[in-house]
């Protein structure tokens, strides 16, 4: 599954795996974060490539701002809110 939604470029990217709860939660924290910021995000499963298995399938969900690791298991709003603006 990779989701892009309409609007602003991918600043966020939530890594993630269908039936994960903490991702549930991640992708509300994510999208609250991105509509105030005015950021677009995107969404990737792990389940359908091998890469993002190999290096992410003991932290998911993981968050990635500009492409860079920034969070894993839990996404803070504040912190990432800070990552967006700094």
Request: glycine share 6%.
């Amino acid at each position: 599954m990779s989701t892009e939604l309409p609007g602003p470029r991918a600043r966020i990217t939530l890594v993630s795996r269908p039936g994960c709860h903490l991702c549930d939660d991640a992708r509300v924290v994510i999208e609250a974060v991105a509509a105030r910021q005015g950021v677009g995000w995107r969404e990737l499963s792990i389940d359908d490539d091998a890469e993002l298995r190999a290096r992410y399938a003991e932290q998911i969900p993981v968050t990635l701002v500009d492409g860079v690791q920034h969070d894993f298991f839990r996404v803070s709003a504040e912190r990432l809110t800070a990552a967006l603006t700094s």
